[in-house]
């Protein structure tokens, strides 16, 4: 059997606010491993960046277990065991793209020859090569979009956190790099945790699908796509594809999902 990546045994996690408790996170139980591309779906407020931001070990849970590649999500944060992509690109304009892609290397101190490399690999993975001294302004919203992936992989880090990476961009751009990440998932063979609002989204990346509810977060169901890995665009026109996502919208709705 596969090594979990990520294994959360009933996880729960509260935050306490003026107005009360708020239950973010309630007896999430789910195993990711190795390789696996999983995506959380879910209304706004059901935990999906709590469960992302715990992973990172930038929120801790109030009670039960998560371990990430083995180690205490603490313990994996400073063995540097995943990198992070947010939903707006978050480049500094004043930095050039290899720049930004630098910084985090440059915090942590590593050799000038080792982060020329590294910049230069992870720009080719996201096919970026020759954009290393244009400035993120001189870039479109997509290009940015996949620096950010590409500063994200400086690290070679084995598990990719990804946070509505692609909310903000139109459809078209949005099913290209959708294509380019299934691409560089295969190629790279990393684990990737994705959260969406889109179901299209979900069902065309996704191994496996966890499906989340609200108020308080949780999850609803798990669902282990039969999709082969290799997926062109137009197999979101197959009866399988139609299936898993409606299966996906049952759960969101039996979950009182409002508009998702
Ligand atoms: N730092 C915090 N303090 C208090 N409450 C918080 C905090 N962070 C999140 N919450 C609350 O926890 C719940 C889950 O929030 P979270 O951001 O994880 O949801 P989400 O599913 O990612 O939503 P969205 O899709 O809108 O990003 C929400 O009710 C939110 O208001």
């Given at each position: 059997?596969?090594?979990?990546?990520?294994?959360?045994?009933?996880?729960?996690?509260?935050?306490?606010?003026?107005?009360?408790?708020?239950?973010?996170?309630?007896?999430?139980?789910?195993?990711?491993?190795?390789?696996?591309f999983?995506s959380f779906i879910?209304?706004?407020?059901?935990?999906k960046t709590?469960?992302l931001?715990?992973?990172?070990?930038?929120?801790?849970?109030?009670?039960?277990?998560?371990?990430?590649?083995?180690?205490?999500?603490?313990?994996?944060?400073?063995?540097?065991?995943?990198?992070y992509v947010f939903q707006a690109a978050g480049l500094?304009?004043?930095?050039?793209?290899?720049?930004?892609?630098?910084?985090?290397?440059?915090?942590?101190?590593?050799?000038?020859?080792?982060?020329?490399?590294?910049?230069?690999?992870?720009?080719?993975?996201v096919e970026?090569?020759?954009?290393?001294?244009?400035?993120?302004?001189?870039l479109s919203g997509g290009m940015q979009q996949r620096a950010s992936i590409a500063r994200a992989?400086?690290?070679?880090?084995?598990?990719l956190l990804m946070d509505e990476p692609f909310g903000a961009l139109d459809e078209i751009v949005r099913d290209r790099l959708n294509e380019e990440l299934l691409a560089l998932w295969?190629?790279?063979?990393?684990?990737i945790a994705f959260v969406t609002h889109s179901i299209p989204e979900a069902v065309y990346l996704s191994?496996?699908?966890?499906?989340?509810?609200?108020?308080?977060?949780?999850?609803?169901?798990?669902?282990?796509?039969?999709?082969?890995?290799?997926?062109?665009l137009?197999?979101r026109?197959?009866?399988?594809?139609?299936?898993?996502?409606?299966?996906?919208?049952?759960?969101?709705?039996?979950?009182?999902?409002?508009?998702v």
């Amino acid at each position: 059997m596969a090594d979990p990546v990520i294994q959360a045994s009933d996880l729960s996690l509260t935050f306490q606010t003026g107005d009360g408790p708020v239950h973010a996170l309630k007896d999430v139980n789910l195993t990711v491993d190795k390789g696996d591309f999983v995506s959380f779906i879910g209304p706004s407020g059901c935990g999906k960046t709590t469960f992302l931001r715990a992973i990172a070990a930038l929120e801790h849970p109030t009670s039960g277990t998560l371990s990430v590649n083995g180690m205490s999500a603490d313990e994996a944060r400073k063995a540097r065991a995943y990198g992070y992509v947010f939903q707006a690109a978050g480049l500094y304009p004043w930095r050039t793209i290899g720049g930004n892609i630098r910084l985090p290397l440059e915090i942590m101190g590593y050799g000038r020859a080792d982060m020329y490399d590294r910049v230069k690999n992870v720009l080719e993975l996201v096919e970026l090569a020759g954009f290393e001294k244009k400035y993120p302004w001189q870039l479109s919203g997509g290009m940015q979009q996949r620096a950010s992936i590409a500063r994200a992989l400086a690290f070679d880090a084995d598990l990719l956190l990804m946070d509505e990476p692609f909310g903000a961009l139109d459809e078209i751009v949005r099913d290209r790099l959708n294509e380019e990440l299934l691409a560089l998932w295969a190629r790279t063979e990393k684990t990737i945790a994705f959260v969406t609002h889109s179901i299209p989204e979900a069902v065309y990346l996704s191994t496996k699908i966890v499906v989340m509810s609200p108020r308080p977060g949780r999850i609803t169901d798990v669902i282990d796509s039969p999709l082969p890995r290799e997926r062109p665009l137009d197999i979101r026109d197959t009866p399988e594809f139609i299936e898993i996502a409606h299966r996906v919208r049952d759960g969101l709705r039996a979950g009182h999902g409002d508009a998702v």
